[in-house]
């Protein structure tokens, strides 16, 4: 395995458990962190599959915007 699908998998891993965390945690402010957690796990993903644009969009539309 190389180095960027160790990455790829750890940032999954960290991403998929952030997402379980959203719907599980009972305070609304926890759950809103565990999305800025989730959405930025994704934008990561998406630089690691090479997909700049998304990445952006993920940052500043989803984080940016919405989280706020």
């Known amino acids: 395995?190389?180095?960027?699908?160790?990455?790829f998998i750890l940032v999954a891993a960290v991403t998929l458990f952030s997402a379980v965390m959203v719907v599980s945690v009972r305070r609304i402010m926890h759950a809103a962190l565990w999305l800025i957690v989730t959405l930025l796990g994704v934008a990561i993903l998406f630089v690691l599959l090479?997909?700049?644009?998304f990445a952006l969009v993920q940052v500043l539309i989803y984080i940016g915007a919405i989280s706020i």
Do not use: N, V
Not at 1 to 7: F, V
Not at 50 to 53: D, E, L, P, T
């Open 1 to 7: 395995m190389s180095t960027a699908q160790i990455l």
């Open 50 to 53: 090479q997909a700049g644009f």
